[in-house]
Structure formats: C-alpha cells, structure tokens
Nanobody, 124 residues
Framework: QVQLVESGGGLVQAGGSLRLSCAAS????????MGWFRQAPGKEREPVAA????????FYADSVKGRSTISRDNAKSTMHLQMNSLKPEDTAVYYC?????????????????WGQGTQVTGAS
C-alpha cells in the first residue's frame, strides 16, 4: 500500500503561481503512472495532469494546458505540479494519485491510491 501526501497548496492571487508536491511512501512508485486531480465545491473530481511511469509522457486537461507542468522524481518518490497564471476557477482541492497497474501512461487510466488533498484557492 502506498501512502501519498500532498503539500504546497494555499491562497494565491490571480495570475500568481504555486507548486504542488506529492510525496509517496510505503512502496516504490517508480513503475507506476501518476496524476493530479482536483475537485471544486459542488463539482465532480476531474483530472488535471498525468505523467507516465518513466516521466517521458505528460498529459494535461485543456483548462490548465500551457500554464502547468507536471514532473516526477522517482529517486525521491515525489511528483510535482507547477501551476502558473492561476485563475479563480482553479480553486479546488488537489489530489495526487497512483495509477493501478505498472508501466502506464496515467491519462484515462484507473487510479487506486489517493492522497488526502491540498486546498488551492485562486483569489480574484
């Protein structure tokens, strides 16, 4: 069982930036794709970005494409999401997750390990 802990959320003025981090422990995540999801109040959870198990492929939702970068460091069992030009509509709880099954791409897959989430608030 892998444990995931997100950090880096907070209140950011519109146009600002922040970097979310996800630290994994319990087992290696080096052969698993990972992703970031978010859930805004009253809305369903949605995928934001994903990264393949080896970090060579990345995927983004249209809503964050061009202003976000997902990355991972398998040696440190960490994953990050750099978000720039934040908007009020980015306000949500952000979750990191690990995809079920090894050697995946992460986008459109099934995720079965989740962190507790970190709140991001984009102030207008």
């Amino acid at each position: 069982q892998v444990q995931l802990v997100e950090s880096g959320g907070g209140l950011v003025q519109a146009g600002g930036s922040l970097r979310l981090s996800c630290a994994a422990s319990g087992r290696s995540i080096s052969t698993y794709a990972m992703g970031w999801f978010r859930q805004a109040p009253g809305k369903e959870r949605e995928p934001v970005a994903a990264i393949s198990w080896d970090g060579t492929r990345t995927f983004y939702a249209d809503s964050v494409k061009g202003r976000s970068t997902i990355s991972r460091d398998n040696a440190k069992s960490t994953m990050h999401l750099q978000m720039n030009s934040l908007k009020p509509e980015d306000t949500a709880v952000y979750y990191c997750a690990v995809e079920r099954g090894v050697y995946g791409l992460g986008w459109g897959g099934t995720f079965d390990s989740w962190g507790q989430g970190t709140q991001v608030t984009g102030a207008s």
